[in-house]
Nanobody, 124 residues
Framework: QVQLVESGGGLVQAGGSLRLSCAASGRTFSRNGMGWFRQAPGKEREFVATISWTGSIISYADSVKGRFTISRDNAKNTVYLRMNTLKPEDTAVYYC?????????????????WGQGTQVTVSS
């Protein structure tokens, strides 16, 4: 079992930045592929970014590529999402997720563990 707690969300103006954190506890964190997803009101949960347990394999959704950066610190059992040049369409609840294999995935169904989410609101 892996417990995940997100933090760092908030209200920001368009063009601003935020850094989300996801603290993990429970089973060995460093061998989990991790992902960030988001869900806007009335929409399905969508992929944002994913990272392998070594941090060497990373991928992003096209909508955030070049603006968001995912990283992890296995010594701190934490994964991060740095979000720059935020847009109103980035407004959503952001979730981190873990899966019991070393590679990440862009698929919601590939993850076994989810955090409660943190709200990000970008005003225009």
């Amino acid at each position: 079992q892996v417990q995940l707690v997100e933090s760092g969300g908030g209200l920001v103006q368009a063009g601003g930045s935020l850094r989300l954190s996801c603290a993990a506890s429970g089973r060995t964190f460093s061998r989990n592929g991790m992902g960030w997803f988001r869900q806007a009101p009335g929409k399905e949960r969508e992929f944002v970014a994913t990272i392998s347990w070594t941090g060497s394999i990373i991928s992003y959704a096209d909508s955030v590529k070049g603006r968001f950066t995912i990283s992890r610190d296995n010594a701190k059992n934490t994964v991060y999402l740095r979000m720059n040049t935020l847009k109103p369409e980035d407004t959503a609840v952001y979730y981190c997720a873990a899966r019991p294999v070393m590679l990440g995935s862009a698929s919601v169904s590939a993850y076994d563990y989810w955090g409660q989410g943190t709200q990000v609101t970008v005003s225009s």
